[in-house]
């Protein structure tokens, strides 16, 4: 099927009708392909010729669209909000926030120093990150220092061999 790329189509008023008495039963992609033109041309048909979705409808589509994975902005239910994914790995896991917090006192106390190296590649780096093997208490300062490059390694391998452990 082809489409029509332009902006610009002659509607008939056979067309307009037929697009004002469907416009509450069926969706915009739906619109597009009984037309045949892309979604550009039918939005500026809806402007030139004021066309528009019932208030019932408009409320039922967006309650759809904002939920869950309808959501288009929905990424497996990994939040774009810092703050808030964070707070849910804090309470999932707060013995890791316990580490890192120990290893941040550490370093601004002087008893752990953080190298210009990342101890794994050896290119010097200024955002190294500190990679714990354990989050048990007693080993909450033993940090191997990795850059972003070798910590996602280093996470993949910790957990590949969690996978192990647990089969």
Not at 34 to 63: C, G, M, P, W
């Amino acid at each position: 099927m082809r489409m029509r790329i332009s902006k610009k189509k002659n509607w008939r008023r056979a067309e307009i009708a037929e697009v004002r008495t469907l416009i509450d039963t069926m969706t915009n992609k739906e619109l597009c392909s009984h037309f045949n033109v892309d979604s550009v041309t039918l939005q500026h048909a809806f402007n030139k010729y004021n066309i528009k979705r019932s208030t019932e409808i408009l409320q039922k589509i967006k309650q759809k669209a904002i939920s869950g994975k309808n959501n288009p902005n929905w990424r497996g239910g990994i939040s774009k909000d810092g703050a808030r994914y964070s707070r849910i790995q804090r309470g999932r896991y707060p013995e890791r926030k316990h580490a890192r917090d120990a290893v941040y006192r550490a370093l601004k106390d002087g008893r752990l120093v953080k190298p210009e190296r990342c101890e794994r590649c050896g290119e010097i780096k200024h955002n190294l990150q500190g990679h714990h093997k354990s989050y048990e208490k007693d080993r909450w300062l033993e940090v191997e220092w990795l850059c972003i490059k070798c910590h996602r390694i280093a996470d993949k391998e910790l957990e590949q061999d969690l996978t192990c452990l647990h089969e």
